[in-house]
């Protein structure tokens, strides 16, 4: 890979970590803020919680959790996955019907800013993929 291309790529990993670290820094806020609605209202409902996982060498995936008490186990939860569709970076409203008043509002509030951190990251990989397989090409021909 070219020098140039090499910098490139570079650049866009230290992005594309930087909003990882923004997506960790928001769950972390996230997290915060519904235990202190917790503490004032006392609702107990289903929580939502996110989760970011490396799905491959270069990239994450942020995704929402349905977390369900485990039977017989004190502050036990299972994380159930809540389906997101393919192609797209915004979970719908209606994912998240199960979460319960005041919750439900800061959840749509995260997911939006989540939604749109997905979407950059999303076009970031993106980039990062054409211009390494472009650097792939264009090493073949001039050998």
């Given at each position: ?38 503490k ?6 289903v929580?939502?919680?996110?989760s ?8 994450y ?15 036990k939860f299972?994380?159930?996955t ?62």
């Amino acid at each position: 890979m070219s020098k140039e291309a090499q910098t490139i790529v570079t650049l866009l990993d230290q992005q594309y970590e930087q909003l990882l670290t923004d997506a960790r820094c928001l769950v972390a806020s996230y997290v915060d803020t519904s235990m202190k609605l917790y503490k004032k209202t006392g609702v107990k409902s289903v929580v939502a919680g996110v989760s970011i996982k490396q799905v491959s060498p270069n990239a994450y995936s942020i995704y929402w959790c349905k977390l369900v008490p485990l039977q017989g186990q004190k502050n036990k939860f299972a994380p159930l996955t809540i389906a997101k569709g393919n192609g797209k970076h915004k979970y719908p409203a209606s994912s998240f019907e199960f979460v319960e008043y005041p919750y439900r509002h800061l959840v749509l509030q995260v997911e939006g800013r989540l939604a749109e951190i997905r979407r950059v990251a999303s076009e970031n990989r993106q980039l990062r993929r054409t211009l390494v397989a472009y650097e792939k090409k264009l090493g073949g021909c001039r050998s």
